[in-house]
């Protein structure tokens, strides 16, 4: 029998006994796509993909490998694809084609720049990306709040150091209305930030921000636009890919209005190498993504996590993944079999199925399924063949990708920066203006090259400014390496015997 890629409100995943559907109207109930390295996940994701995209359904996924950007391009009739086509009956509707897509990067080098200020992320994201302690998160909660009570606006990297800096100076006096503002715990966040700026988080802390509805985009023809972001870079700091995705998924649940039930999810967006974002995650963090979890689909949204093994996902995030894909696990020790016990055991039974034997036999492109059915309960798990995606099976070209980006519809939006007035200025100005005041003289230049007195020595507030902190530090680091140049000539001429 011949099937359709999409059929009555179903779109065909690949054949069993039967052939196997993902009704669109459960789409938004979430899923999860798990199997060991090589074994068929992302050719999954892609056919996922390109099912919504072609049922109207705008998509975004994180592309770990680069892959997954051949859903741009044409695919290729190779003869594995050809013959799997056949193998699941797909008839002449199975045609090789690309699909809408948008590049993004955050980075901004193989896509459209994605940019978010700190107001929009937080300071329980902005914790979990510096990796602080509680009592350094409680710092920066409070400078969060002082920049709001100022209103400050809060943007960028710049912004941050500086209301942090004003928050330390100001300690004593903040200190009956916020709490205690520890100095170790400033210097750390400080410290925090620089390497946060090494790895490349400026360019995504700033203006212009994401308009989280170019995610949500129909093309011309009906289809909906798949946004592909290029991760592979992004990989390398896996704190902030994570938290970069769990703040999209924020920003999606606190924007997007209540829909209710649809017979087709507004969004749906896959997470791949979801572990990370719930490892060594604080009660709070946690207690954030299990509320997303559950109230996002009322949004209109699914959400579709990708990983290894299915004990990645803590349980009260698993519960809410009705619609299920796994791939072959490996069980090499006492640990591996015990996952896959507990793989099997996620399942519907199927009495003609031993799942826990069929989950180490699993071929390349093979997998159990098991999906929403009637009224939302789960289908009786099967043994599945996946159907081959329609477009590119490997990544697509440096030229092709250039092209994608070019004739983006985003294109020219978010290219530039935008660096406009916020903290740091409106607290630069501050301290020069009671510099003025007080008459000390100028203000950062005279500081870094000797020309007056740090402003704010004697400012309003009588304590130290920002710009005496600064001229300080750069005092003991002269001195550190007028010390150490010394300490050289020294052991130089105790061994050489000459100065």
């Known amino acids: 029998m011949t099937q359709s890629v999409l059929q009555d409100g179903k779109i065909f995943l690949g054949k069993s006994t039967k052939p196997e559907y993902l009704e669109l109207r459960f789409g938004n109930r979430h899923g999860l796509i798990t199997g060991a390295t090589g074994t068929g996940k ?90 602080l302690n ?63 700026e090494e790895q490349g988080a400026d360019r995504f802390l700033g203006e212009p921000a994401l308009d989280i509805h170019d995610f949500m985009r129909i093309a011309p023809d009906g289809r909906g636009v798949i946004s592909v972001l290029a991760a592979d870079k992004l990989m390398e700091k896996p704190r902030l890919y994570s938290t970069f995705l769990l703040w999209m998924l924020t920003r999606l649940w606190q924007t997007l209005p209540e829909v209710g039930d649809r017979d087709k999810p507004k969004l749906v967006f896959f997470f791949d190498e979801a572990h990370l974002l719930f490892n060594d995650a604080p009660k709070a963090l946690m207690e954030r993504i299990e509320q997303i979890a559950r109230l996002i689909r009322s949004k209109g949204v699914g959400v579709y996590f990708i990983t290894q093994n299915p004990a990645d996902v803590p349980q009260t995030v698993a519960t809410q993944l009705g619609n299920r894909v796994q791939h072959a696990l490996r069980a090499f020790t006492p640990q591996d079999q015990k996952a896959v016990r507990a793989a099997a055991e996620t399942f519907r039974k199927n009495p003609d199925i031993n799942t826990e034997k069929a989950i180490l036999e699993l071929k390349v492109g093979e997998a159990l399924v098991s999906m929403l059915e009637n009224k939302g309960e789960p289908s009786i798990v099967q043994r599945t063949l996946i159907k081959p995606p329609e477009s590119r099976v490997g990544p697509v070209t440096a030229e092709e990708r250039e092209g994608v980006i070019q004739y983006s519809p985003c294109y020219g939006k978010y290219e530039e920066p935008v660096d406009r007035e916020s903290a740091y200025e409106m607290l630069t100005k501050r301290t020069e203006a009671a510099a003025e005041e007080a008459g000390t003289g100028g203000g950062w230049g005279d500081i870094i090259f000797g020309g007056g007195s740090a402003p704010g020595t004697k400012g309003k507030r009588g304590s130290q400014g920002m710009g005496d902190m600064i001229s300080k530090e750069l005092q003991r680091s002269i001195s550190r390496t007028i010390a150490t140049t010394i300490k050289n000539i020294v052991v130089g001429s105790i061994k050489g015997g000459r100065r």
């Open 134 to 196: 509680d009592v350094q998160e409680g710092v920066l909660n409070i400078a969060f709040r002082v920049a709001a009570d100022e209103k400050f606006p809060l943007l960028d990297l710049k912004d941050l150091r500086a209301i942090i800096a004003n928050v330390s100076e100001n300690a004593k006096e903040l200190q009956g209305k916020y709490g205690n503002v520890a100095a170790a715990s400033v210097g750390s966040i400080q410290r925090r930030l620089l390497v946060l």
């Open 42 to 131: 992302t050719v999954t994701l892609q056919g996922l993909a390109e099912g919504f995209s072609r049922a109207g359904v705008p998509v975004f996924a994180a592309d770990i490998k680069g892959d997954l950007s051949g859903v741009a391009a044409v695919g290729e009739p190779k003869d594995f694809l050809v013959k799997r086509a056949a193998d699941v009956g797909l008839g002449a509707d199975w045609k090789q084609q690309a699909f809408p897509s948008i590049f993004w990067d955050v980075f901004g080098e193989q896509g459209h720049p994605i940019r978010a200020t700190l107001q929009d992320m937080g300071p329980l994201l902005i914790s979990r990306m510096l990796e």
